[in-house]
């Protein structure tokens, strides 16, 4: 019986042998354990994790919900021509909205205005123009602190309870059942709550815009000596109806962009009671700086559209 030779492979030496780069992590310590990663790994997990939970899941989260808002928006003008819009629920989420952001919104635009006639006041007599003091805080209640307190309320009342219920019905499997029956989520539960936040915010804007505005005039003349015709003389100079409207189309947006982030937010909650929770709180997050930034390009692009030129 023959023998076959094999051809004879040269080995390198036990102490030399190659270890795959991947392997490396892999190796083990003396006692058994795991080598512990290094730091260069460390860091380079770490910034990957945060691009992943943070930049990355933001632009994903702002982006779902502008196209959620465009679907709705879409959704809100084929249920009107054909008839169809759900104005039952309409009026149901509107009648909520009020009751829960209405009486707060007075509330706070009470000392909204007094704290503004108290500043411009102070401003007005150090440079001696006491007679601009009502022209100041009008148009500062008008223009920037009627939309932004009627948004900011809307977000802390409406948003939080909208998100809230869309997302007990999300963990309870109501929208999947929704879903499951060929019913629009968005058509309808977005929808109707979008349409009321935006009514409900401008109405809000315009309830502001007197109580703010009354409230200065009475603080102004009654305690700070003020004369009232003149208070409503110079606010009256200076206002114009395009601020007025802009505050409204401001007032319009906002509670659009409100119940947008709301509903997306409880559309996407996950995680039961916990995750409703803290839904919640990214919501009203989300919307306050949403807000802030939308309200500093409407802001500037106002002001370069119609710019004043003097008195």
């Not at 809230?164 to 929208?175: V, Y």
Request: neutral net charge; aromatic residues 8%; charged residues 10%.
């Amino acid at each position: 019986m023959t023998t076959v030779d094999r051809p004879k492979v040269d080995t390198p030496p036990a102490d030399t042998v190659a270890v795959p780069e991947r392997a490396v992590a892999a190796v083990s310590t003396p006692d058994g354990a795991p080598a512990p990663p290094s730091a260069s790994a460390e860091i380079g997990n770490w910034m990957r994790g945060y691009a992943r939970r943070h930049p990355i899941a933001s632009l994903a989260t702002v982006g779902g919900q502008v196209v959620l808002g465009w679907q709705a928006l879409v959704f809100l003008v084929t249920d009107i021509i054909a008839l169809r819009f759900p104005w039952k629920e309409f009026v149901r989420q509107a009648a909520f909205m009020t009751s829960a952001s209405a009486l707060p919104t007075v509330f706070v635009a009470i000392p909204i205005g007094m704290t503004l006639s108290i500043q411009f006041a102070l401003l007005a007599a150090q440079v001696g123009a006491t007679s601009l003091a009502g022209a100041a805080s009008g148009l500062a209640v008008i223009r920037q602190g009627a939309p932004m307190v009627a948004a900011l309320l809307m977000a802390a009342a409406a948003g939080s309870a909208v998100c809230a219920d869309l997302g007990s019905r999300t963990i309870r499997e109501e929208i999947d059942a929704m879903e499951v029956m060929g019913l629009s989520v968005i058509q309808r539960l977005v929808v109707p709550r979008m349409v009321a936040a935006v009514l409900v915010s401008v109405c809000l804007t315009g309830v502001i815009c007197f109580v703010g505005f009354f409230s200065g005039y009475i603080f102004n003349v009654f305690v700070q000596n003020g004369t009232p015709g003149t208070f409503v003389t110079t606010f009256a100079s200076f206002a114009t109806v395009n601020d007025f409207i802009l505050t409204m189309i401001k007032a319009a947006v906002f509670g659009a962009i409100v119940a947008i982030v709301a509903c997306h937010k409880g559309l996407n909650t996950s995680g039961g009671p916990a995750g409703v929770a803290n839904a919640v709180n990214a919501t009203v997050v989300a919307s306050i700086i949403l807000l802030m930034l939308v309200n500093v390009g409407f802001t500037q692009l106002y002001v370069m559209l119609f710019p004043r030129t003097g008195f």
